[in-house]
């Protein structure tokens, strides 16, 4: 690949168990999504099964993202400590008090701070989130709604603020969620240009992950490299 132009990460989210996660491995994955019990969506899985493949995966080329919806860093805490993943990502809106407080008792974890793009005040939740995190990962929940959508909606957002928070915050990485597929990668990552990007839904068939689903995923964002830089 030419100089100036990289790949587009892949995040592999719902893992089920240790034959998904390595399945989504050997398509390219850089990163695999355990998720914690939720108030609503797809593929959760409890403790005790995501700290089996957050185990498994150790050593080998992939990060392990744990979904909580968890707000207070001593609760975060306490779930890492139950699955050991590299990384934490937070569903929900967390006090940056609490991110601070995060830091210190799980210091060599990265945070995640995921963002709902529902209009222009995602702009400034993420201005203000970036300090605090390693990355940052828009997706399409609402947690307004009376039951909590902190994920798998499988719905599209506004893609162009998408891509004017992704240059406010450069050169924080920024992960896009949200309803894509191998149809629409290639307008979404043209559109937003992101770090990587992150789905569940789109590469199942009857809940576990297709594996031609996945190869066609994968196969269409390897042709959607986009440029380095803002």
């Not at 390595?22 to 999504?33: D, E, F």
């Not at 150790?58 to 979904?67: D, E, H, N, Q, S």
């Not at 407080?101 to 209009?119: F, I, K, S």
């Amino acid at each position: 690949m030419s100089a100036g132009v990289h790949r587009t990460a892949l995040k592999v989210c719902c893992i089920a168990d240790t034959d998904e996660a390595r399945m989504a491995l050997s398509a390219g994955a850089a990163a695999l999504g355990l998720v914690s019990p939720m108030p609503s969506g797809p593929g959760a899985i409890d403790e005790r099964r995501a700290a089996v493949v957050a185990k498994a995966m150790r050593g080998l080329p992939v990060k392990t993202f744990l979904l909580t919806a968890r707000t207070t860093a001593a609760g975060i805490a306490a779930q890492w400590r139950q699955v050991r993943p590299t990384t934490l990502q937070l569903v929900d809106h967390v006090p940056r008090s609490e991110l601070r407080a995060l830091r210190d008792l799980c210091p060599r974890v990265e945070l995640v701070q995921v963002v709902h793009v529902l209009g222009e005040a995602s702009l400034a939740e993420a201005l203000a989130v970036a300090p605090e995190v390693d990355a940052i990962l828009l997706d399409s929940g609402n947690p307004q709604a009376v039951i909590k959508e902190l994920g798998g909606t499988g719905r599209t957002h506004d893609w162009a603020l998408s891509r004017r928070i992704r240059d406010a915050v450069f050169p924080l990485p920024l992960w896009l969620a949200g309803g894509l597929n191998a149809g629409n990668v290639g307008a979404a990552v043209a559109a937003v240009q992101p770090h990587g990007v992150d789905l569940c839904s789109s590469l199942r068939t009857e809940g576990r992950l297709d594996a031609s689903r996945l190869a066609a995923f994968a196969q269409a964002l390897s042709a959607a490299a986009v440029p380095d830089g803002p």
